[in-house]
Nanobody
Framework: QAQLVESGGGSVQSGGSLRLSCEGP????????RAWFRQVSGKEREGVAA???????TVADSVKGRFAISQDNAKNTLYLQMNNLKPEDTATYYC???????????????????????WGQGTQVTVSS
């Protein structure tokens, strides 16, 4: 199964910035939707931001105004720019991709993990106060 390759995690102080990248899926697979999720040990995975191939975007209220999702379809790469990071942003961040066809953005559930059929291995983001 094709996988996604993430990079860019690390440790930063509160107020700092990080940029995550996610490449893939490779081959014939064409992602129609991509997203970033995050998970803290013992808690459910939560959606952070999602984007359609044509550029429709949804961002979680908890990160709105601080995080920005973008993509380069030619490079098959997804990005998450994270600014003004807070200690509560500490988590393992996962990228996800969906090759499902829903017809429109409004028929897609961007923060429902079962919508996605490809996942990255996760990258740790740690924000210290």
């Amino acid at each position: 199964q094709a996988q996604l390759v993430e990079s860019g995690g690390g440790s930063v102080q509160s107020g700092g910035s990080l940029r995550l990248s996610c490449e893939g899926p490779e081959g014939r697979h064409s992602a129609n939707y991509r997203a970033w999720f995050r998970q803290v040990s013992g808690k459910e995975r939560e959606g952070v931001a999602a984007i359609s191939r044509s550029g429709d975007i949804t961002v979680a209220d908890s990160v709105k105004g601080r995080f920005a999702i973008s993509q380069d379809n030619a490079k098959n790469t997804l990005y998450l720019q994270m600014n003004n990071l807070k200690p509560e942003d500490t988590a393992t961040y996962y990228c996800a991709a969906s090759t499902h066809v829903r017809g429109s953005w409004y028929k897609f559930k961007p923060f429902y993990h079962l919508e996605y059929n490809y996942w990255g291995q996760g990258t740790q983001v740690t924000v210290s106060s």
